[in-house]
């Protein structure tokens, strides 16, 4: 019987910005911990995540940026003041997208009736060129787009709920009618990288 599907994996813990940053593997093992109680059993489906494949996160990012990201692997390096990778961050980065990918299948496929991603590092600031705001590729719209190849799916609604503007997302499809991305941000916090066309 579907549920509610999980994407989580020991990949995403080991991305790590350094002491003090706010985006922290701890975010995520505290619900990994709870996740993991024996009252839990049973109420989640799995969902198995994989690396996204280069043209996935390239439907969003452009391809010279992807190789910048890449050539990070194995490196602790920063990418703009916020944002640094370690060593083991572009694998997780993969597996974040490719874990939204699966659960965009296992929605559309019946294998869920909704999915929750448990991954780091989180997207919707990452722009279609560069890094931002913690974020190194911009999972939902990775998911988004591979929503719309799918011969089943016409339209997607994004609905971003965090604190702050999640501009990547909404650059990545400003131009476009076939994704309303919704944002309900706390004022005055946006990224300050509005794009109007």
Do not use: W
């Not at 813990?13 to 003090?20: A, F, V």
């Not at 019946?110 to 913690?134: K, S, T, V, Y």
């Not at 190194?136 to 787009?145: K, P």
């Not at 909404?170 to 944002?183: K, P």
């Amino acid at each position: 019987m579907p549920k509610t599907g999980i994407v989580r994996h020991p990949i995403y813990l080991k991305h790590d910005m350094g002491l003090g940053h706010p985006e922290t593997p701890r975010r995520l093992l505290s619900i990994y911990d709870m996740l993991d109680e024996p009252d839990m059993a049973g109420r989640f489906a799995a969902i198995e995540p994989r690396p996204a494949r280069p043209g996935e996160i390239q439907r969003i990012h452009a391809e010279p940026y992807y190789r910048r990201v890449e050539q990070t692997s194995g490196r602790s390096v920063y990418l703009d003041p916020d944002t640094s990778t370690s060593p083991q961050s572009f694998d997780a980065a993969l597996m974040a997208a490719g874990g939204t990918i699966e659960a965009v299948d296992a929605v559309m496929d019946g294998r869920a009736d909704n999915a929750f991603c448990l991954h780091r590092p989180p997207g919707h600031h990452a722009e279609r060129d560069r890094a931002m705001g913690f974020c190194l590729f911009n999972n939902v719209a990775i998911g988004a787009a591979h929503a719309l190849e799918r011969a089943d799916c016409r339209r997607v609604l994004i609905y971003d709920p965090d604190l702050h503007h999640g501009n990547g997302t909404q650059n990545s499809f400003y131009a476009r009618s076939d994704v309303l991305y919704v944002s309900t941000h706390q004022y005055p916090l946006l990224s300050g990288n509005r794009r109007v066309q």
